[in-house]
């Protein structure tokens, strides 16, 4: 038996429930990993929540997330790409990875390097690939201006590292609490709200060439304030503004899966990547672990940790 998230009806945090399951066995071309850690993200309460029933339909009982990280503990006929015990990053398409065992498709795990920590190597299908899609969607390279909004978030904070990587001067807007958080990884911090366009007119006094939405709430309509062109913006957040306003809406769909988690996890060893994690949770708290994500600003990434 292994032990996984279930819920059997949409709701709150209270309908997460942490249950004993048959070890699942992988088919042929399948990995099974041992679940080390597993992050946890916004999309994942909304489908819980069916908020996005029409798009992400549930089948109850259903299980719940995508990242994850740990150790190979069985194969299935024809893979060779792995052994036995190797630590791995992946993520499932599923929605099954909040548990302590996890059956893939060998083409969904990647292998983690040792200067990644189990913490970072789970935040980095979701979070990781849909900050990668949208920093390549608008462009971001040297002498470019860049803002993210919502740069203190889980995405919002390894996309303006990207940006930033890329060559970019990166503008991030925040709450003034977090304007520290930012600078510590030379993000120039603008406080959201009333007054932000002029806030960050007189931190870009030469123009804005591209903007990340990570927020929605007016973040395009703000975008197109300050002049940026239509294809040099991206949303994660307002799909409504594609069609309005002709901008892009990429992000984990167009990130790139294993080869890009590859990529990402080189950058943490690097040094060019940073992966800052809020809090860390031993699965049976799951639903505490959701409750902090809605009902507070979170810095970067939360995580289950299964061991």
């Not at 996005?52 to 150790?71: C, K, M, N, V, Y």
């Not at 949770?281 to 995580?303: M, Q, S, T």
Request: proline content about 5%; hydrophobic content about 45%; cysteine-free.
């Amino acid at each position: 038996m292994t032990k996984a998230v279930r819920f059997s009806n949409y709701g709150g945090s209270d309908v997460l429930k942490v249950v004993e399951v048959d070890r699942p066995d992988p088919a042929p071309g399948q990995v099974r990993v041992e679940v080390v850690a597993a992050s946890i993200n916004p999309g994942e309460a909304k489908i819980r929540e069916g908020l996005w029933h029409e798009q992400f339909p549930a089948t109850f009982p259903s299980g719940q997330g995508s990242d994850f990280a740990g150790r190979v503990s069985a194969l299935g006929d024809g893979v060779t790409s792995f052994g036995l015990v190797d630590e791995v990053i992946g993520f499932s398409d599923e929605r099954s990875s909040q548990a302590t065992d996890v059956v893939v498709p060998a083409e969904n795990v990647t292998a983690k390097p040792a200067g990644v920590t189990w913490e970072e190597a789970s935040t980095l299908y979701v979070a990781g690939t849909t900050a990668f899609a949208a920093v390549r969607a608008v462009g971001a390279g040297a002498g470019d201006v860049v803002v993210v909004a919502g740069a203190a978030g889980g995405v919002g904070i390894i996309a303006a590292q990207l940006a930033h990587h890329a060559g970019a001067v990166v503008i991030g807007t925040a709450r003034e609490a977090d304007h520290d958080f930012l600078r510590g990884f030379d993000i120039i911090p603008v406080t959201y709200g009333d007054g932000v366009a002029e806030r960050i007119r007189e931190a870009a006094p030469d123009g804005v060439d591209a903007f990340i939405d990570t927020f929605g709430s007016g973040n395009v309509e703000l975008a197109i304030e300050l002049g940026v062109a239509p294809d040099r913006i991206d949303t994660i957040a307002d799909f409504a503004a594609v069609d309005r306003f002709g901008v892009k809406a990429e992000g984990n769909a167009k990130g790139g899966g294993s080869p890009t988690i590859r990529e990402l996890a080189a950058l943490i060893v690097e040094g060019a990547l940073r992966v800052p994690i809020e809090a860390v949770y031993p699965l049976e708290r799951v639903a505490e672990a959701y409750d902090r994500l809605g009902n507070e600003h979170v810095r970067g990434k939360i995580v289950l940790r299964m061991e």
